[in-house]
């Protein structure tokens, strides 16, 4: 288990809670993992990713949909522009 997971999995929800918000962190994951170049970068990334579920999560949000969209917008604009993968013109 990543660090990203962990957090989400000792967050002080109840247990179908807290793997409602794994399943956000890993969809919003697939989304945009192509984003981040590195180990660092996608380490980083998904635990802004995680960061940005259980911040809303615990602000009382539990629709899938919000939070993903909430969590990947907000981790696509913490991302570094050194950590992103760079494409050939």
């Given at each position: 288990m990543d660090q990203a997971t962990s957090l989400l999995h000792q967050a002080p929800l109840d247990r179908p809670t807290a793997h409602m918000l794994c399943r956000v962190l890993e969809d919003g994951w697939a989304l945009i993992r192509g984003d981040f170049a590195?180990?660092?970068?996608?380490?980083?990334?998904?635990?802004?990713?995680?960061?940005?579920?259980?911040?809303?999560?615990?602000a009382g949000q539990?629709?899938?949909e919000?939070?993903?969209?909430y969590a990947?917008?907000?981790?696509l604009s913490l991302r570094s522009p050194a950590s992103a993968k760079r494409t050939a013109a």
């Open positions: 590195g180990a660092v970068a996608e380490k980083t990334g998904r635990m802004n990713l995680a960061d940005g579920i259980l911040a809303l999560a615990n539990r629709d899938p919000v939070l993903r969209t990947v917008t907000r981790a």
